[in-house]
């Protein structure tokens, strides 16, 4: 028999083990690999929950910058699992931590919905192809100290201003000496300086606590008539000197919850404010009104009114509509800050409708409570104080707005 055919069939056979086994091999490095890298992926024990536990925005990628794990705050981000990591600066980030080796911390700016947050991205390698990625928001931080920067400068300023006066009376006081009627002219004026600077100096260190973390301590329920009433009251001279007749009315029995002082002094505030800015013999209003569990006070004035693009910046801190009012009526720029603040902290809001030409109206709203047993008999007592009312310049409580 031929010898060569069965030679062709061995050396055939041979061939296609031999190519099984290399196939085999190949599938089984491939496999090794495959193995390996799905090793490095894999998240270190217990990452997943320590993602998922974190109030800040958190993500792991892996060297293609693709998402692999989560926090539920980096979704606000845009930052959804299995999706490619968003924002150039801060896939530079991870890119340098991975040259590094190391950690590396940015502060840049990531859209959040549809505004810019500031925040500061700290990238971190965990294993050879995962880096975790921490994302702290430091918006609010730094428009707190940029607000607190302002206001340490502007208090500066403004304080400049008194205590300059101050030191410039006294030395002409002391020039005026043989001439008593200058002397009492400058003394005049160091007093009604140094009654600025006293003001100054009150009401900073009132917004200051109104601005605190503290939390009001003075709670009780507030009748929102005596808060009216003692803020009208303590405006009745300004308002006499002025000729601004102060007319009261709509809802009366309205209480809510809070420190009576802080709520009469941001009323009396607002009073002050619609006095100073109405014209002579003008009318200021004060109503209260009750809308379902909301008290309403509005304080309007027909003077001169506020542009609207001035608007939102009057219950900024020293700012003023009208500086040169301001300068002849005294005022420090904080009296309308001081209102925005007292009244959230009362879980309120404050709002202004204004036009030029036609005065502004300030409308404050805060949470309505029942009223206190006993509360009824409250009101008699003031029936008696009517006539000191109008005899200091206030209208009676039942005058109409």
Known sequence: MDSTPLAAVALAVGALFGGLLASLVLVALRAR??????????????TASVLQGMDEAAVVVD???QIVAVSAPAELFGMFEGYSLPGDELRSVVRAARRAESSETETLRLRRGVEQRLVTARASVITPRLTLVVIRDITEHERVEEMRRDFVSNTSHELKT?????????????SAADDP?????????????????????????????LQSADDLTELRDVSVDEVVTVAIESQAVA??????????????????????????????????NAIAYSPPKGQVGVGVKVVGETVEIAVTDHGIGIPEGEQQRVFERFYRADQARSRRTGGTGLGLSIVKHAVQ?????????????RGSTFTVRLPAIPAPEGAATKPRKKKAKKKSKKEAGVPAEGDQQ
């Not at 690999?33 to 217990?46: F, H, I, K, M, T």
């Not at 008194?162 to 002391?174: K, M, Y």
């Not at 902290?345 to 030409?357: C, K, M």
Request: aromatic share 2%.
């Open 33 to 46: 690999d495959r193995a390996r890298v799905e090793a490095s992926l894999a998240l270190p024990d217990g």
């Open 239 to 272: 308002a006499h000197a002025a000729g601004i007749e102060i007319a009261r009315g709509g809802s009366r029995k309205a209480y809510v919850r809070g420190d009576v002082q802080v709520l009469t002094e941001a009323i009396g505030n607002l009073v002050a």
């Open 345 to 357: 902290r009362h879980g309120g809001e404050v709002e202004l409708w204004s036009r030029p030409g």
């Open 181 to 209: 009627d200058q002397v009492r002219h400058f003394a005049h004026r160091l007093s009604a300086e140094a009654s600025r600077l006293a003001q100054l100096t009150s009401r900073i260190m009132n917004l200051s606590r």
């Open 63 to 65: 060297a293609s910058l």
């Open 162 to 174: 008194p205590v300059g006066a101050v030191t410039l009376l006294a030395e002409a006081i002391e």
